[in-house]
Nanobody, 121 residues
Framework: QLVESGGGLVQAGGSLRLSCAAS????????MGWFRQAPGKEREFVAA????????FYGDPVKGRFTIFRDNAKNTVYLQMNSLNPEDTAVYYC????????????????WGQGTQVTVSS
């Protein structure tokens, strides 16, 4: 089970940190990622991290602003979001899969329920 938290309402230019806590199994050997879906739009890849945490990948809209990192001891992955703008408004989901390619391709096996992020202008 994956449970996201940390969403909320923030003004443009602000920051938020999302957390995704895993339970029920150990995800330390899983690649994990963050995705988002805005109303009327398809789910979009945001970021992914390998099981070791050494390699990270980002979607173009968030490069240089968002950072994904993980703490395997806590079975948790984080998404630090800086310089937020209204286009970042969406429901954010975390996902996990043993295969990094499936995470990046938005076809991971395990998904959380999502947390709402709203950025006001």
């Amino acid at each position: 089970q994956l449970v996201e938290s940390g969403g909320g309402l923030v003004q443009a230019g602000g920051s938020l940190r999302l957390s995704c806590a895993a339970s029920g199994r150990t995800f330390s050997r899983y690649a994990m990622g963050w995705f988002r879906q805005a109303p009327g739009k398809e789910r979009e890849f945001v970021a992914a991290v390998t099981w070791s945490g050494y390699s990270t990948f980002y979607g173009d809209p968030v490069k240089g602003r968002f950072t994904i990192f993980r703490d395997n001891a806590k079975n948790t992955v984080y998404l630090q979001m800086n310089s937020l703008n209204p286009e970042d408004t969406a429901v954010y989901y975390c996902a996990a899969d043993p295969n990094l390619n499936k995470v990046v391709a938005t076809s991971a096996t395990y998904w959380g329920q999502g947390t709402q992020v709203t950025v006001s202008s």
